[in-house]
């Protein structure tokens, strides 16, 4: 049987673990981790998430862990609403639905694990390729080596195997820090969860309920904060003095439940070739997505998708050629949505970022959103429906 060595267990490498054993293939995952219990891990499952998870036929696992629909998103300026839009989006469509990311990957491994040509390799790290013309395998921490007939990358932004490929990623411009925050939940989320991105002045920080009952934030780091951030110990009125006044009071409120923040570095890019002979990335590792619009964990579970239907067929053969092969042909089905998918993640980073660099303009979103509220409200929604539906189509075929 071929052996595959899938490095990294995040939302593409377990998904396409388990599409592969379930179809005969050996399969060995590695993980560095001891767990996967991270501050932040990507939650929101778009409608195109929510229909790669149908169609490996998963969504039972969904129902089994902690998750919970959106509700609506509301756009806050200078603490008037500018717009709120509903869940679903689509008439008839699916909501936007928040997953425990840790609960699914354990639920997913679990699944595999039942299958005895599946192996799970947990808190030991990949250090190096291994190489016989072609990528032989991996050497892991241990020392233990791992021959396999392909090795798919599926391990992150700071992707080992992408390094010890030689395979470059080229980063775009834009990029920003962003500091990530839990804080206890609020009655009024529990009753409807709101996805709110706020701005006023120059701060801006999106909000929410998190899959697993506590509320997530995410704050704009601005270049010029005054102050380091580590120091910082007025966290609560620094969002209170941003924010309408009910969720003013429940930050000042819970105050001492706000965690001491994560500091996210975005990094955003895609690697020009995802392949050498014997090496695959897929993921964060072939293309960094940012935050904005939660495609990371969508854009993961379509490609483990597009990959097991090119890879299935020429593994089940065993032929490492015709295994080579297939590997451009899975970067030319995936790259121009990921290139689409950016570049809307990029109108989205320059629109928020016009509105923190412009007082006239926050002035102004403010004062006339009565006028502009429609306008506003249809542009946003036309950038929306491709970052949630996927730009090109993506099937199961085997």
């Given at each position: ?374 306008p506003v409200k249809l542009s946003w929604l036309h950038r929306q429906r491709e970052l949630r539906q996927g730009v090109t189509p993506i099937k199961l075929?085997?």
């Open positions: 049987m071929t052996q595959v060595v899938i490095v990294g267990a995040g939302p593409a490498g377990a998904t396409l673990a388990l599409l592969l054993v379930k179809r005969g293939i050996r399969v060995t995952l590695i993980e560095a981790s001891r767990n996967f219990r991270r501050i932040f891990r990507g939650e929101g499952l778009m409608p195109s998430g929510l229909d790669a998870l149908a169609q490996m036929e998963l969504l039972p696992i969904l129902e089994r862990i902690p998750h919970q629909p959106l509700d609506a998103w509301e756009i806050i300026i200078n603490k008037r609403s500018l717009f709120r839009v509903d869940e679903p989006i689509e008439p008839g469509g699916k909501p936007c639905t928040l997953v425990s990311q840790p609960a699914l990957l354990e639920a997913l491994i679990d699944a595999a694990s039942r299958y005895s040509h599946f192996e799970f390799i947990q808190a030991t790290a990949v250090q190096d390729l291994l190489w016989n013309q072609r990528v032989s395998g991996v050497k892991l921490s241990d020392g233990r080596h791992l021959d396999a007939d392909l090795t798919i990358g599926t391990d992150g932004r700071n992707s080992i195997v992408r390094q010890r490929a030689n395979l470059a990623l080229e980063q775009q411009s834009h990029s920003f820090d962003i500091l990530w925050f839990k804080l206890a939940d609020s009655p009024r989320f529990a009753s409807e969860n709101i996805f709110y991105s706020i701005v006023c002045d120059r701060y801006a920080f999106g909000l929410f309920r998190g899959s697993e009952g506590d509320l997530h934030l995410g704050w704009t780091l601005p270049k010029d904060f005054p102050q380091d951030w580590k120091l910082v110990d007025n966290w609560a009125e620094i969002f209170a003095c941003a924010s309408p006044a009910w969720l003013a009071e429940h930050f000042r409120e819970s105050a001492a439940t706000i965690e001491q923040p994560v500091l996210l570095s975005v990094v955003v890019g895609q690697c020009p070739r995802w392949y050498q002979p014997g090496v695959l990335l897929l993921g964060d590792a072939a293309h960094p997505m940012s935050p904005i619009r939660a495609q990371g964990i969508n854009m993961a579970l379509r490609d483990a998708i597009a990959a097991a239907n090119y890879l299935v067929p020429c593994l089940s053969q065993g032929d490492t050629a015709e295994i080579d092969a297939v590997l451009p042909r899975i970067q030319s089905q995936r790259e121009p949505e990921i290139i689409k998918a950016q570049r809307l993640q990029s109108q989205e980073a320059a629109q928020a970022e016009l509105l923190e660099n412009s007082a006239i303009l926050r002035w102004g979103a403010s004062v006339f959103a009565p006028l502009i509220r429609l075929t085997v």
